[in-house]
């Protein structure tokens, strides 16, 4: 009711001094849609969630699911062979025992074969597992579980991004025991566009080979199923990402490419502009990678009406309009990243690029048109005219210098004309790339802590390709569904144009400055770099001088952003450790009294799975980068299992530290490439045995194991664990990695291991967390880092007792997710973090 009341009073307010101070009248009236908006979040959030009742089913057991395809995916290669797919259904029944239930809920349910699965040999031939269309029926058994964020500050909402596409639940089966029911479910619209996207997604990987085929899924009909993580990382580091992405870009290309193509073919303007809206609103419609382009399309339509009604200096009142659409369909749009890049993109392109534009190079494009004509000179400036005289004279005097050559003609002068408009093009994708680099560097480094150094001259070579690309590919489909000869060609132009830009993209890319990583930017940074925008905009009109201030209080703001490193959020004259949420893996942030600071692991897949999600690069990196940690001091690896050491190559290339602290190491492949990366990277790497104590930014660490004489076997083992204490004067933490009950019964034996908190070994497994080494340490605290209902069974009931009876408080991460713990010297405190 509070936003009910602040949004009348807001109104009132607004009529009240319409008529006397207008522009306050107006900004009070605008305010009041900030409070409606607000009202209409709230309630839309505490709306229950659709279907959330089949939540009672994620709770480990098996059911047998009956439901509908809302979402057809791709079949991808899987992780130990075989084949995986994922595909979004809607359920229709759960029978749980002999009970049937009528739920109906959005399903994200992965799909797995083995290359050992029946359906891989039909007969002695090869037959990997089909794709499920939109509306078929399938029954198939299958184990639930609900979606959870990683609990740390900076971690990415998955659970909010799945409820705003549908899904509630998560669930994973073999594709051999899926059974296709009789019947159809859903529209035939949506049946006809899925079938239309997945036709031309064949049609691409006909016309062009594999690598090339999964950019032009991504680039050209927003299908990135193909794409490869390495692949989705050089075109963020060098500031492409867009183009693997369909957006307003892909919009704009081929709203600019049928007007044209429209116009010359002698239709008016508004024949014209209608088919070209109609085309771009069916490109949305078939890409359907959701608000994105269909934002694009509405900007694109209020574009051309403003331009019909001859009011192109109106655009950014056109822009607000569209912008006022959307958030008055759904405010939530405007606290989304999508949106606000979109906007922001579009709004620095029409309030400040287009104006420079105007003042400097537009006058002359327009000038170097019919270069023949004289009358034609007396509209234009004088210095466009003078321009244009100068030339006409250098065209002559090249065709008398060419007249001894009498097979040669005359160079005339619309080619030089045409040389002079290439070079203005040149200038002018060079000032809107500027600009863009400069303006998205605030919500660049808010969102991806990435400050695209190497983003203008990556763009203005792949922009301009992009324009090639997205016409020729567009052709070239459309074409092979009439011959595939005649699509040869155009197939082949958008072959050279993405070569061009991987080409560019992966030089750039390679260049170390490109990866230039930021933390989140503190409020002050936030608030200058928002009015430096605003301050642009408003002065790019006024005076030559003005106006060039204007654009330097930018680029001071973007490189600011980019360049400056936020105060890190610590407590000094303390030790602080704390136990990242990784789920069912370890990683632990040390911060000493001095602020330096000691990453130990990285987390990582479990049991060394292939897995395109990084735990260094989307769960471990946030964190830091939420705490204002631009780098780090030393990490360490505690052994080589994967669910330590996963993320932690991801970490190196983020944090760059100055040292690598390992045990015992296997030379395995993996750790082999870890090491020698961080090598690469100018990281001392540095072995630590039992025995050695040395001070660390006002701490004491001490290395109970492994000792010097330690012998690795061929693959890592829990017993390799790096086991450290970190003491500040009276307080202190024992760190016991994976160690196992014979390296626990070792460090009893040979050392005082008492300490205040303990990270409790191999995630609460009994294998760890002796009788004898609780009582040897006598914990206060102790701190388990284990994942959600993991199969393993961690941490273990025995383990949980001996904690219990030892009278020792302990935390999980799967219950309260990251867990911090404050040592002054004398005492502990644990603090959770706030969470959604």
């Known amino acids: 009711m509070w936003w009910v009341a602040a949004a009348l009073g807001f109104v009132v307010a607004g009529a009240y001094f319409s008529r006397r101070r207008t522009w306050l009248g107006f900004v009070v009236t605008l305010g009041a849609m900030f409070f409606v908006g607000a009202l209409e979040i709230q309630l839309r959030s505490s709306a229950p969630l659709t279907g959330g009742e089949i939540l009672a089913f994620a709770d480990g057991r098996e059911t047998l699911v009956t439901a509908h395809v809302t979402k057809e995916g791709e079949i991808r290669a899987g992780s130990y062979g075989g084949s995986r797919q994922s595909i979004d259904i809607e359920t229709e029944e759960i029978r749980d025992g002999g009970i049937v239930r009528p739920i109906q809920a959005g399903l994200r349910l992965g799909m797995y074969s083995k290359e050992s699965d029946p359906e891989y040999e039909e007969g002695g031939v090869s037959a990997p597992m089909r794709v499920f269309r939109y509306g078929e029926r399938l029954r198939f058994p299958v184990k639930l579980r609900a979606p959870r964020n990683f609990r740390n500050p900076g971690a990415f909402d998955y659970q909010g991004y799945l409820a705003d596409n549908g899904i509630v639940v998560l669930g994973s089966t073999q594709a051999a025991k899926i059974e296709v029911v009789s019947g159809f479910a859903g529209t035939r619209v949506a049946a006809w566009r899925d079938g239309i996207h997945h036709n031309i997604v064949r049609k691409i990987h006909r016309l062009w080979s594999p690598d090339d085929a999964a950019l032009m899924d991504a680039a050209v009909i927003g299908e990135g199923a193909f794409l490869t993580p390495e692949t989705k990382t050089d075109f963020q580091r060098s500031g492409t990402y867009h183009i693997l992405v369909v957006s307003g870009m892909n919009v704009s290309i081929l709203a600019f490419v ?31 990678v959701g608000p994105p382009v269909w934002r694009a399309v509405l900007m694109l339509t209020v574009y051309l009406g403003v331009w019909l009604l001859y009011r192109e200096r109106s655009m950014l009142n056109a822009l607000g309009a569209a912008a006022l659409t959307l958030m008055v369909i759904d405010p939530k749009v405007f606290l989304g990243a999508s949106f606000q890049l979109t906007f922001l993109a579009v709004f620095l392109v029409a309030a400040i690029a287009i104006p420079l534009l105007e003042r400097t190079s537009q006058p002359y494009m327009r000038g170097l048109r019919h270069l023949e004509s004289v009358e034609f000179d007396r509209t234009m400036l004088p210095r466009v005219a003078q321009l244009r005289l100068d030339l006409r004279m250098i065209a002559g005097r090249i065709a008398r210098f060419l007249e001894k050559w009498e097979r040669v003609k005359p160079v005339p002068v619309q080619v030089l004309g045409w040389s002079a408009r290439a070079i203005v093009s040149v200038y002018e994708l060079l000032c809107v790339s500027t600009i863009m680099q400069l303006g998205m560097a605030l919500p660049m480094a808010y969102y991806f802590h990435r400050a695209t150094v190497l983003g203008i001259p990556a763009n203005a070579l792949a922009v301009p390709l992009t324009e090639l690309l997205m016409p020729a590919a567009v052709l070239a489909v459309a074409l092979g569904y009439v011959s595939v000869a005649l699509a040869k060609i155009p197939a082949w132009l958008g072959a050279v144009a993405l070569h061009g830009i991987t080409g560019a993209v992966r030089v750039l890319g390679g260049f170390r400055i490109a990866d230039h990583r930021v933390a989140m930017p503190e409020m002050t940074t936030i608030l200058i770099a928002g009015a430096a925008v605003t301050i642009a905009m408003i ?298």
């Open 258 to 288: 049928v007007f044209w193509v429209m116009r010359r073919c002698r239709l008016g303007d508004g024949v014209a502009s209608v088919v070209t809206v109609l085309l771009c609103a069916g490109y949305a419609f078939v890409t359907d």
């Open 539 to 836: 002065l790019i009109w006024r005076r030559k001088l003005v106006a060039v201030s204007g654009l330097a209080v930018l680029a001071a703001a973007g490189i600011w952003v980019s360049a400056s490193e936020p105060k890190a959020i610590i407590h000094e004259r303390v030790m602080e450790v704390t136990a990242i949420d990784v789920g069912q893996g370890d990683s632990i942030l040390v911060v000493s009294p001095q602020g330096k600071t000691l990453l130990v692991d990285a987390g990582g897949a479990v049991g060394g799975q292939q897995s395109e999600f990084d735990y260094g690069e989307n769960v471990v990196s946030p964190y830091l980068w939420a705490r204002g940690i631009s780098r780090l001091d030393v990490v360490a690896i505690t052994h080589g299992h994967s669910d330590h050491i996963g993320g932690m190559h991801s970490v190196l290339n983020n944090f760059r530290p100055r040292e690598l602290w390992m045990g015992a190491m296997p030379p395995t492949t993996s750790i082999r490439a870890l090491l020698d990366y961080a090598r690469t990277l100018g990281v001392k790497v540095v072995r630590r045995e039992d025995g050695e104590s040395f001070d660390f930014g006002g701490m004491q660490a001490e290395v109970f194991s492994p000792p010097a004489s330690w012998v690795t076997s061929s693959q890592p083992r829990n017993n390799d664990s790096l086991v450290l204490r970190l003491r500040y004067q009276d307080s202190s933490a024992l760190l016991e990695g994976d160690a196992e009950k014979a390296v626990e019964q070792r460090m009893v034996a040979m050392h005082d291991l008492h300490a205040d908190l303990l990270k409790v070994g191999h995630h609460g497994s009994n294998s760890s967390s002796t009788e004898e080494l609780i009582q040897a340490v006598r914990p206060r605290w102790a701190v388990i880092s284990v994942g959600t209902r993991n199969t393993f069974g961690h941490p273990r009931i025995e383990v949980l007792h001996r904690l219990a009876d030892a009278k020792t408080t302990t935390y999980r991460t799967d219950l309260s997710g990251a867990i911090t713990f404050y040592l002054d010297g004398r005492s502990v405190s644990p603090q959770l973090a706030c969470l959604r």
